[in-house]
């Protein structure tokens, strides 16, 4: 396991009993570089979606967890954000709350002659994503081959 998701899953840990004591849901957790900062990211949410209020208290609280316990050896930013329209699918829980919605898939390498498919989230697996079109018919993917699936944005 590398040292970035030994951070990702200790502050998954750390961070559970908060969010389920405000009654959000613990999204996702990233720990990720970006223009050379360090950065540890913690997606929440909640019906009716998130508020900067929100996102506060859960840094207010956690921050002293942080400092306390300092398992992070780089200097990193701490943020809280909601995951927004467009969050990738990635946990068991994600695909269960989506099946039935529209998802957009996108993938590595081309599958007859396109890597961007959109259809309705049937049947998923640990190994395949299944999607059907509006003409009935479906199509399984591999999920190693699936770069991205999340909801579809429809504006």
């Known amino acids: 396991m590398s040292r970035r998701e030994q951070y990702e899953q200790k502050t998954e840990a750390l961070l559970e009993p908060i969010i389920e004591d405000l009654g959000f849901e613990l999204v996702d957790v990233e720990y990720i570089k970006e223009g050379g900062t360090w950065y540890l990211r913690a997606y929440i949410d909640k019906p009716g979606g998130i508020t900067v209020d929100d996102c506060e208290a859960v840094s207010r609280r956690f921050s002293d967890i942080l400092d306390e316990k300092d398992y992070i050896e780089d200097s990193y930013v701490f943020e809280v954000s909601s995951p927004g329209l467009g969050r990738p699918l990635k946990k068991e829980k994600d695909f269960k709350r989506s099946l039935g919605?529209?998802?957009?898939?996108?993938?590595?390498?081309?599958?007859?002659?396109?890597?961007?498919?959109?259809?309705?989230?049937?049947?998923?697996?640990?190994?395949?994503?299944?999607?059907?079109?509006?003409?009935?018919?479906?199509?399984?993917?591999?999920?190693?081959?699936?770069?991205l699936i999340r909801l579809a944005l429809d504006f």
């Open 101 to 147: 919605e529209e998802v957009e898939i996108r993938t590595y390498r081309a599958v007859e002659r396109q890597k961007e498919f959109v259809g309705i989230l049937k049947a998923y697996d640990e190994d395949t994503v299944t999607i059907a079109y509006e003409d009935d018919t479906e199509q399984t993917f591999e999920r190693a081959d699936i770069a």
